[in-house]
């Protein structure tokens, strides 16, 4: 199958600051990708859509200017926790669609630990 | 929300067949039957997908129901490495543009028992 990659796996960080997580199709073009978050036994929850060379669109709930996306290319998306705070250490997870009708292949995750 | 209901978790014994039940009364016509899992601290995994014919791959099989309100997933020889969270998640097949995410529910933990 399809291969996405995420990076960092793991980051600890400070309060106050900025955190960036990427996401890469590394053996396709995804003009689409999905960033979710993960809280502990909990399920993946949608935060936002990242179309290539457009603005994300964002759910509801979920702040577009703390939480900012980038998708500069085909096989690249970032997302940018900015300002985070304990209450954002979460699981982040992107997963990025094949074009055509099939499967979601998804990153291994970022897990963000905010202190 | 989620459109499907799936037990919160299973027990199977290493080495016996795994059979994960999922309901989708609600399934439009045009939407397929997706399987993914996701072992503790990893990304989900695709397992399998199926509209209404039964379809196997190496990992696993799909039973769909004739008139497609549920379906099974048969891991054939459970391993220890198969123990993860199970989803089961219904969406079109055809969709274009920032259409075609996945919305999970709570899926069902899965623990294969030596």
């Known amino acids: 199958g399809a291969v996405v990659s995420q990076h960092p796996s793991r980051v600890i960080c400070k309060s106050g600051t900025s955190v960036k997580i990427e996401c890469r199709s590394l053996d396709f073009q995804a003009t689409t990708m999905f960033w979710y978050r993960q809280f502990p036994k909990q399920s993946l929850m949608l935060m936002a859509t990242s179309n290539e060379g457009s603005k994300a669109t964002y759910e509801q709930g979920v702040e577009k200017d703390k939480f900012l996306i980038n998708h500069a290319s085909l096989t690249l998306s970032t997302l940018t926790v900015t300002s985070a705070h304990p209450e954002d250490s979460s699981f982040y997870i992107c997963?990025?669609?094949?074009?055509?009708?099939?499967?979601?292949?998804f990153g291994e995750g970022s897990r963000l630990t905010v202190l | 929300d989620a459109k499907t209901t799936q037990p919160t978790s299973m027990d199977c014994a290493e080495g016996r067949a795994a059979n994960l039940p999922c309901n989708h009364s609600t399934i439009s016509g045009n939407e397929y039957v997706y399987w993914y899992r996701q072992i503790h601290s990893q990304g989900p995994q695709y397992i399998i997908h199926?509209?209404?014919n039964n379809e196997t791959n190496e990992m696993a099989s799909l039973i769909i129901t004739e008139d497609r309100k549920s379906s099974t997933l048969i891991l054939p020889h459970a391993t220890l490495r198969d123990t993860a969270v199970y989803y089961c998640?219904?969406?079109?097949?055809?969709?274009?543009?920032?259409?075609?995410?996945?919305?999970f529910g709570k899926g069902t933990k899965l623990s294969v028992k030596p």
């Open positions: 997963s990025a669609r094949k074009q055509g009708p099939g499967e979601l292949f």
């Open positions: 998640i219904v969406r079109p097949q055809n969709y274009g543009g920032s259409q075609g995410n996945l919305i």
């Open positions: 199926g509209l209404k």
